[in-house]
């Protein structure tokens, strides 16, 4: 199965797909290399990145100030990395 993640350092880098205008804000199936995730907001003046970054704040443990989207700003294929999470989110980094 292909990586979805890789630590480098204490840094995370995490590879989503990111679905808008969902029903509500959850974790999803991994496809090919990235994990798929669902997002309530709508993909228009940038709502759907600053919800996706409160969304993997809260679920890592970190501050939205320690996240940063490193490429995938306008689609919906995102490489963002997560400072020092101190904690992975259920179904995040199991052995499997």
């Not at 979805?4 to 959850?26: C, N």
């Not at 199936?29 to 990145?49: L, S, Y």
């Not at 970054?53 to 490429?71: C, D, N, T, Y």
Request: proline share 6%; charged share 30%; glycine share 8%.
């Amino acid at each position: 199965m292909a990586e979805f993640y890789r630590w480098e350092g204490k840094t995370l880098h995490l590879f989503i797909r990111v679905q808008p205008k969902a029903s509500r804000d959850e974790w999803a199936e991994v496809q090919e290399d990235r994990i798929r995730v669902r997002i309530t907001a709508p993909p228009v003046d940038g709502k759907a990145n600053q919800h996706l970054l409160k969304f993997l704040a809260k679920a890592f443990g970190v501050a939205k100030s320690e996240i940063q989207i490193k490429s995938g700003e306008t689609g919906r294929n995102k490489h963002v990395c997560i400072n020092a999470p101190p904690y992975l989110p259920a179904g995040i980094g199991k052995n499997e």
